[in-house]
């Protein structure tokens, strides 16, 4: 398996921008898991999704974020209107047990000038 | 809201010192969950622990979950230039409605240096 598959790696956007990160999770894996990593704040779960369905989306920051998951092989995060403070590296993860484990994608670094 | 904090947030050592990362939290986790994360790349799982007390072992790396399931340490025993990274504790939740959400720690950047 090609693990977790996430696109693009970079994204360099204007504010005001639409942005829409994209994830395959490994094939098999139910859970999926949409984080968001800074220096000031680590890692934060921002929604997360189970067969497909979201389940907590508690993290969202705001309106301007949205997540869907049409089917099990791939999900995104949609941000609109985009500002500066959205910019950090939003990681996608899957996993079939989520209490022994997840798998990280690499990561869409976002920067939004 | 749970937390995990980790200790030290910065570690620089020679290659072959021994060192311990510590995370702690006042909250009770159902698992708690070791990654390293290299620059440019997603945190990879290196371990994970269930059960009060438990103890493991992969290599010179070994892993304790406290006994009240609160806290963890990871003890790296001479350490290797390709044991850099940013080391991650995260925590599932107690609960049914959280078990599967994790909770991760503030982080340990650890150098080794030849």
């Known amino acids: 398996d090609a693990g977790v598959i996430q696109s693009p790696r970079h994204e360099v956007t204007e504010m005001g921008q639409e942005v829409t990160l994209r994830c395959k999770p490994i094939?098999?894996?139910?859970?999926l898991f949409w984080y968001r990593q800074t220096m000031m704040r680590g890692l934060e779960l921002l929604i997360y999704?189970?067969?497909?369905?979201?389940?907590?989306d508690s993290g969202m920051p705001e309106d301007r974020f949205s997540a869907k998951m049409p089917n099990a092989s791939f999900s995104t995060l949609k941000i609109q209107p985009s500002e500066p403070r959205d910019s950090a590296v939003y990681f996608c993860?899957?996993?079939?047990?989520?209490?022994?484990?997840?798998?990280f994608g690499s990561g869409t670094r976002l920067t939004v000038v | 809201t749970q937390l995990l904090e980790q200790s030290p947030q910065f570690l620089s050592i020679q290659e072959g010192e021994n060192l311990t990362v510590y995370c702690n939290s006042s909250?009770?986790?159902?698992?708690l969950q070791w990654y390293r994360q290299e620059p440019g790349e997603g945190p990879v799982l290196l371990v994970t622990?269930?059960?009060?007390?438990e103890v493991k072992k992969l290599k010179r790396l070994t892993f304790q979950f406290g006994d009240a399931r609160k806290d963890s340490s990871l003890h790296i025993t001479a350490a290797q230039p390709g044991d850099t990274g940013l080391y991650l504790c995260?925590?599932?939740?107690?609960?049914?409605?959280?078990?599967?959400?994790?909770?991760f720690g503030t982080g340990t950047r650890l150098q080794v240096t030849l």
């Open positions: 622990v269930v059960t009060g007390g």
């Open positions: 094939s098999g894996h139910d859970y």
């Open positions: 995260a925590g599932g939740g107690i609960n049914t409605g959280t078990a599967s959400k994790l909770t």
């Open positions: 909250s009770v986790f159902s698992s």
């Open positions: 993860a899957s996993s079939l047990w989520p209490n022994y484990g997840y798998t």
């Open positions: 999704f189970n067969n497909n369905v979201p389940i907590d």
